[in-house]
């Protein structure tokens, strides 16, 4: 059991869940990268098997779920629903205040399992349409957009959503999965250290980035615009959606992989506008910020991804809440780690400043 959950290399830009590369982790199934997260090692193929036929068997949401779904406000975004559909969900789990390892694993599972299907749920009945119930046999990736979109996804889309909830499962102790480790650290349950988590990714400086990127991306219209855009936002002292980071002095590692994943789509849709757009984008802000002025600002997680989303016609409203479909197991893997330590976090304010 590897006790590191991430490592992470902001100067050389190299992630690892549990000692393993992202590069490596995105060539397997999400099911195998959440069971590397919680359990601190891969699964055998055995243990993968049996794993994934639990969070696939736990995918359903009863009836009166569905209803509180129908009552949420549909101007609201999707992560709004989804933190209030988890609160309302954690009354019908059997093992909610069951705090042993066991009881948090079960519990474990039913989250990472029921958020594709209130988001998929929320999504659809917000545009008229009836839930789908989610199929046992598609893997979370390809799941999730078959109960989006009403048809199974072709392979490559199916790929790549799986690669996103990959990349987007874990990164250390950023905001929203600090959220969620301070709730548990208070030995809350599993479900209000998740709704911790929802509150806090939901905000445009962190999860919220990805919608911004989208809507950034219809304002430039094209790469001709790039060049007025970028200059512009830089003279109002305005950030630039997607990109910067904390602690990525480099290009994101992650950024690298989905700039990847967002040409592989474009090229097999015929359509290259937004990834050149995109692409346009990502120069004029290296060239001003970087080469010009020597600030480490690179595309970060949010932004190709933002394009990817945009290729795959899956609208803003969704994005962050995709993000937590991937980041659960994350905060779930820190809450466990807390929950070991039985240690409440309580820094000092003199460290707001450090922060
Ligand atoms: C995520 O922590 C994580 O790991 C988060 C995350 C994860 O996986 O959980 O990686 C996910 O949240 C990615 C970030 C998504 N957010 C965005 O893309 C929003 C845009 N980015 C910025 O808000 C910003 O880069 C942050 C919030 C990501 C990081 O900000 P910092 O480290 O606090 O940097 P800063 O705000 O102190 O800025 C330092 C300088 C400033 O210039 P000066 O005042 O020194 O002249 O860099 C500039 C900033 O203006 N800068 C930017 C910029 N980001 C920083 N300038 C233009 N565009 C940007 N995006």
């Not at 519990?107 to 545009?127: D, E, Q, S």
């Not at 989905?258 to 040409?263: D, G, R, Y």
């Not at 984008?281 to 990817?308: A, H, T």
Request: net charge neutral.
């Amino acid at each position: 059991m590897s006790k590191n959950i991430c490592f992470i290399d902001g100067l050389e830009g190299v992630l690892k869940y549990r000692e393993v590369d992202i590069n490596e982790l995105v060539k397997l199934p999400y099911d195998a990268v959440s069971y590397l997260l919680i359990r601190g090692r891969l699964p055998g193929e055995q243990e993968l098997a049996e794993y994934s036929a639990r969070l696939h068997a736990e995918r359903r949401i009863n009836k009166e779920v569905i209803d509180v779904i129908r009552m949420c406000n549909f101007n609201i975004d999707a992560m709004a629903a989804l933190r209030t559909v988890i609160s309302f969900i954690s009354q019908f789990d059997p093992d909610l205040n069951d705090s042993s390892p066991e009881g948090n694993m079960r519990k474990a599972i039913r989250l990472i399992a029921i958020v594709p299907t209130i988001v998929a749920t929320y999504y659809r009945m917000a545009n008229g349409k009836e839930p789908l119930p989610p199929d046992p046999s598609l893997s979370h990736g390809a799941n999730f957009l078959y109960m989006i979109k009403g048809s199974k996804p072709d392979p490559l889309d199916a790929e790549v959503m799986e690669k996103d909830f990959i990349l987007s499962a874990e990164h250390e102790l950023n905001a929203s999965t600090f959220s969620s480790r301070v709730t548990a650290s208070t030995m809350s349950d599993l479900y209000s250290a998740v709704v911790s988590g929802l509150c806090t990714l939901k905000g445009p400086l962190h999860g919220g980035a990805r919608a911004e990127v989208m809507t950034m991306l219809d304002e430039v219209a094209s790469p001709e615009n790039a060049e007025k855009f970028v200059l512009e936002k830089i003279s109002q002292r305005e950030k630039i959606m997607g990109f910067g980071h904390r602690v990525y002095k480099t290009y994101d590692p992650r950024g690298v992989i989905f700039k990847q994943l967002s040409k592989k789509l474009a090229e097999s849709k015929g359509d290259m506008h937004w990834y050149t757009t995109a692409e346009a984008v990502e120069n004029v802000v290296v060239r001003e910020l970087v080469e010009k002025r020597g600030k480490p600002i690179y595309p970060n997680v949010d932004f190709y991804s933002g394009v990817i989303y945009k290729y795959m016609e899956i609208p803003p409203q969704l994005a962050t809440s995709i993000f937590a479909i991937g980041r659960v197991s994350g905060w779930i893997a820190h809450c466990f780690d807390q929950y070991e330590r039985k240690k409440i976090i309580r820094p000092r304010a003199f460290m707001l400043d450090e922060c």
